[in-house]
């Protein structure tokens, strides 16, 4: 199975970077989101006993695509688009709405599926990583420096977590599992300067990606929004082109409220990535579908698990596919 | 989201005006529209159906007090529904025990979990007198342990360390050990973060409840959770059972849903809600400030006044002639302008049009967002009709309860109401009604009015 027992600890990381490597990588991630209870993993046959498309198979599919947390605004237009399909009675049997589905599906997410491409030219290429309290940004940089290390690319990160307790401690721990530098001020430090600090620090160095964790903020907090900000202009006065990547986190396991975030987070401080995190759990993420439907912020990654390797590249077709593939296969 | 759930029930209560009883045909539009609002708060589909159903039962037939629209009957329904369902006012931990009474706290990945520990242990410390220790079980996060130890230190609890190398089971053994000879009120156990799929980490957690015999065992959710935290709720009280929970992140403006149907399927009751980063951000829990949350209840009480004042210039009109009567300006017409403000193309096109405007700093300018605009507007949403109108009875409780059903903290209601009162004297002086006319009373005042 992909994405290990937290129990079985960190010592199998190393296996777990070949698992990753294997291909089938879609599959593994399909028998995780296959292991709750299902709802569009299961075949859509199965939705209505008797195989006829009516009024009441389309409800059905709202239903479940509204427990996936893909919300009401972008279910609807998906349902919506379906309906006008079945007026024109183009989709004649189930293999066919579900095939509908799956392209309604896909033409919102294909177009925000544009993988991180780190532009060598840039030395250090810079991503900064946002996000509410828990979401998993601390962790994903942990995931991305082991990443950009296996590609060939050096590493260095910036502990700009300076509120959290023990938040530097745990950047640290990421550091020296990738035995990558990690720098670092004292607790309660101005977060703008430590990044400062780490992107001079690298461009002396020569290091080919720098990495600034941030605090855990929810975007409703003005002033720390007003830090985040300032993170970006300070970066931006040393090196204009920084950050590269301003990436936001989502815990997958959030509802309608991530929505929110992405627009919020969008519109103080401007997104170039999303990752989504915590995909190994029984939550689907759905929200993806309504925040690449209103902002079209290319998702990035998604978080599988605990451990180094547990990061995977997001594909719209191979998380469409996970997502609406039958439980037998 | 404000918008939204406010406009679904102003558009569902509407069509319901001047009929003089519930039925099956005349609900049906407002009841689809209160399962949208639901589920647009996250709470979940079979928790929203079955609580529809309810809802349905009792109001059909139900006749419609003269002093109420039929559209108000039903939603006070819904409200009373949905306070019955979030269970009793919380009254904090029940520690009735043979020392130490230990508490097991256990979730989901980050929701909160170590940080609702320190404060807790402050809680009960500080209201309870209680001698409070603490350690951590998780030997996974990076720094999960030292987080703690820091927390315990701030708070000033007793930490009893643990390692990595340990297996959690035998940590929670030598601290229950630990704390029984130390003498202490309570001893608080941590433990990591863990999926309710992953059997191996659930029967871990099962370990250590057994080990830990613990008085309370809480469950701790992110408000922000969505559909699948009702699965994650039911999962742990399998596995442990639960005996309360606590609501984390209650700062933000996620309506919560997820802890009504964490609720509705476990039945344990939710103890507390954190409301902050800082360890004093605990409270207890109030299930009526998370219904009004989650309806947007301030709205839902003055949805028929809303209605009846639909059209701008009937408000402004209607303002005017109230002034010029020397009636004072409440915030029911603070909100009216703030509304007309976004109607008319948001903050930034009123300020082009205002002279003067243009010439503010660009940092002032920025300040004067929309969004903040939208919160304030949110934070009169969740007032009663009565607060609108005299601002004065608007207490310290009855702040917590609007803060609350705004999402905004308390010193954004205590920001709007000072800035209310500032306008108010401005009104005074001023007798031209008018959205423009207010504007240029306002006028310089802005930034420091807007801004936070
Ligand atoms: N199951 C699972 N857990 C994850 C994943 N990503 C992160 N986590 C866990 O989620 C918890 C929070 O992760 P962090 O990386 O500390 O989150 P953060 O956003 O940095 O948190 P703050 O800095 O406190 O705001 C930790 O227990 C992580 O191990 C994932 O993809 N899957
Ligand atoms: N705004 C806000 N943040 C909170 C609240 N409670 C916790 N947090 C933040 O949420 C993040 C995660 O909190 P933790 O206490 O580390 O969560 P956890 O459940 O112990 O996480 P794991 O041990 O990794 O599973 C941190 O950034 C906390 O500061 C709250 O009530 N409001
Ligand atoms: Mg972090
Ligand atoms: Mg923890």
Same mark, same amino acid.
């Given at each position: 199975?992909?994405? +290990?027992n +937290?129990a079985s ?5 190393a296996?777990a970077v070949?698992?990753?490597?294997k ?7 399909r028998a ?12 859509v ?8 498309i ?6 059905e599919?709202?239903?479940?695509l509204?427990?996936g947390d $893909?919300g ?7 349902i919506?688009?379906?309906e ?10 189930l293999q ?13 997410l294909e177009?925000?599926?544009k !993988? ?6 840039? +030395?250090?290429?810079v991503i @900064?990583m946002v996000?509410?309290n828990?979401?998993?940004?601390t ?6 420096s082991r990443r950009?290390?296996d590609q060939?690319?050096s590493v260095m @990160?910036a ?7 023990a938040?530097?401690e745990q ?9 990558? !530098?990690v720098i670092a /001020?004292? !607790?309660g ?5 430590v990044v400062y ?11 080919? $990606?720098?990495i600034?964790?941030?605090?855990g ?5 003005d002033?720390l929004m007003?830090?985040?900000?300032? $993170? +970006?202009r $300070?970066?931006?006065? @040393?090196?204009e ?7 936001l ?6 509802? /309608?409220n991530?929505l929110?975030?992405a627009?919020q987070f969008?519109?103080?401080?401007g997104?170039?990535g999303?990752?989504?995190?915590k995909l =190994? ?9 309504a925040i690449? /439907?209103q902002l079209?912020? !290319?998702i990035?990654?998604?978080?599988v698990?605990e451990?180094a390797?547990?990061l995977?590249?997001?594909?719209? =077709?191979d998380?469409v596919d996970?997502l609406?593939?039958s439980?037998?296969e | 989201? *404000? ?8 558009g569902a209560?509407e ?8 039925t099956?045909?005349?609900i %049906?539009?407002?009841?689809?529209q ?5 589920l647009?708060?996250?709470v979940?589909l079979?928790v929203v ?10 109001a ?6 003269k002093?109420?629209s039929?559209g108000?009957?039903?939603i006070?329904i ?12 919380a009254?904090?931990l029940?520690l009735?025990?043979q ?7 256990a ?7 170590t ?7 402050d809680?009960?410390? %500080? ?12 030997i996974y996060?990076?720094?999960a342990?030292?987080q703690l130890?820091k927390?315990a ?8 360390p643990?390692?990595?190398t340990?297996?959690a089971v ?6 229950t ?5 130390k003498?202490?009120?309570v ?7 863990r999926?309710h799929?992953?059997?191996e980490?659930?029967?871990e ?7 830990a015999?613990?008085v309370e065992t809480?469950f701790?959710l992110?408000s922000?959770?969505?559909?699948d935290?009702?699965n994650a709720a039911m ?12 609501l ?10 997820a ?6 399927v476990?039945g344990k009751?939710?103890k ?10 605990l409270?207890?829990f109030?299930p ?7 309806l947007?209840m301030g709205?839902?009480?003055t949805?028929?006044e809303?209605v ?9 009109q ?10 004072g ?9 703030l509304?007309q403000m ?7 096109a ?8 243009s010439r503010?700093p660009?940092?002032?300018r ?8 939208r919160?304030?507007?949110a934070i009169?949403?969740?007032m009663?009709?009565?607060? %609108?109108?005299?601002p004065?009875?608007?207490n310290?409780?009855r ?8 999402g905004q903290a308390v010193?954004d209601v205590n ?14 002086? *001023?007798s ?5 006319g ?7 005042r ?5 801004g936070?």
């Amino acid at each position: 199975m992909f994405g +290990k027992n +937290k129990a079985s600890g960190d010592e199998n990381a190393a296996e777990a970077v070949k698992e990753t490597k294997k291909p089938g990588f879609v599959k593994r991630l399909r028998a995780r989101l296959n292991q709750g209870d299902s709802w569009l993993t299961m075949d859509v046959a199965d939705l209505i006993p008797g195989g006829k498309i009516d009024e009441l198979t389309l409800e059905e599919l709202e239903t479940r695509l509204l427990t996936g947390d $893909v919300g009401i605004d972008a279910t609807e237009k998906i349902i919506g688009n379906l309906e006008s399909k079945l007026r024109r009675t183009e989709l004649k049997d189930l293999q066919a709405l579900g095939q509908a589905l799956r392209s309604e599906l896909r033409e919102i997410l294909e177009p925000v599926s544009k !993988p991180l491409q780190v532009d060598s030219s840039r +030395k250090p290429y810079v991503i @900064l990583m946002v996000g509410v309290n828990g979401a998993g940004k601390t962790t994903t940089i942990g995931k991305l420096s082991r990443r950009f290390l296996d590609q060939g690319h050096s590493v260095m @990160l910036a502990a700009g977590d300076t509120f959290r307790a023990a938040a530097v401690e745990q950047l640290q721990t990421w550091g020296q599992r990738n035995d990558v !530098p990690v720098i670092a /001020q004292q !607790p309660g430090a101005d977060p703008a300067a430590v990044v400062y600090d780490a992107l001079e620090a690298a461009k002396a160095r020569g290091i080919d $990606v720098l990495i600034a964790d941030t605090a855990g903020r929810l975007h409703t907090q003005d002033n720390l929004m007003d830090e985040l900000r300032k $993170v +970006k202009r $300070v970066l931006s006065r @040393l090196d204009e082109q920084a950050p590269d990547e301003t990436m936001l986190i989502i815990d997958a396991g959030n509802g /309608q409220n991530a929505l929110v975030q992405a627009q919020q987070f969008h519109e103080a401080i401007g997104l170039t990535g999303l990752t989504i995190t915590k995909l =190994d759990g029984t939550a689907k993420g759905g929200i993806l579908v309504a925040i690449a /439907q209103q902002l079209q912020i !290319p998702i990035r990654f998604i978080g599988v698990g605990e451990q180094a390797a547990d990061l995977g590249v997001f594909s719209a =077709d191979d998380y469409v596919d996970a997502l609406l593939s039958s439980n037998t296969e | 989201m *404000f918008e939204n759930l406010s406009e679904r029930l102003t558009g569902a209560v509407e069509s319901l005006r001047g009929r003089g009883r519930l039925t099956e045909d005349n609900i %049906r539009d407002t009841l689809r529209q209160v399962r949208m609002a639901l589920l647009e708060a996250d709470v979940a589909l079979p928790v929203v159906r079955s609580f529809v159903a309810d809802v349905r039962e009792r109001a059909v037939g139900e006749e419609v007090l003269k002093s109420l629209s039929p559209g108000q009957t039903l939603i006070r329904i819904v409200h009373e529904e949905l306070v019955r369902l979030m269970g009793e006012e919380a009254s904090g931990l029940d520690l009735r025990a043979q020392p130490p009474a230990v508490v097991l706290v256990a979730g989901l990945q980050g929701s909160g979990k170590t940080t609702s520990i320190a404060k807790m242990a402050d809680w009960l410390r %500080r209201r309870e007198n209680k001698s409070v220790a603490i350690v951590s079980a998780d030997i996974y996060r990076p720094a999960a342990i030292l987080q703690l130890e820091k927390l315990a230190a701030q708070v000033g609890a007793e930490f009893i360390p643990s390692s990595e190398t340990e297996k959690a089971v035998d940590i929670v053994e030598r601290a229950t050990k630990l704390a029984r000879q130390k003498v202490v009120d309570v001893l608080l156990i941590d433990t990591a973060g863990r999926l309710h799929i992953d059997d191996e980490m659930m029967a871990e957690v099962a370990a250590v409840h057994a080990a830990a015999q613990p008085v309370e065992t809480l469950f701790v959710l992110d408000s922000m959770a969505g559909q699948d935290a009702v699965n994650a709720a039911m999962a742990f009280d399998k596995a442990l059972p639960l005996t309360g929970m606590v609501l984390t992140k209650t700062d933000g403006d996620a309506r919560g849903g997820a802890a009504v149907s964490a609720r509705h399927v476990t039945g344990k009751p939710i103890k507390f809600i954190g409301t902050g980063e800082k360890i004093d951000a605990l409270e207890l829990f109030h299930p009526e400030r998370i219904a009004s949350r989650i309806l947007g209840m301030g709205d839902v009480l003055t949805l028929v006044e809303q209605v009846q004042e639909k059209t701008d210039r009937e408000q402004s009109q209607k303002l005017a002639k109230k002034l010029k009567k020397g009636k004072g300006f409440d915030l029911e017409d603070l909100k009216d302008q703030l509304t007309q403000m976004m109607s008319m193309g948001g903050m930034n096109a009123l300020m082009d049009k205002l002279p003067g405007m243009s010439r503010l700093p660009e940092a002032a300018r920025q300040q004067a967002d929309d969004g903040q605009i939208r919160r304030q507007i949110a934070i009169i949403n969740s007032m009663t009709p009565a607060e %609108r109108r005299r601002p004065r009875i608007i207490n310290g409780s009855r702040k917590r309860r609007i803060a609350a059903g705004a999402g905004q903290a308390v010193q954004d209601v205590n920001r709007l109401v000072k800035q209310h009162a500032q306008m108010q004297k401005v009104m005074k002086k *001023f007798s031209k009604g008018g959205a423009k006319g207010l504007m240029r009373a306002m006028q310089g005042r802005l930034p420091p009015g807007f801004g936070r």
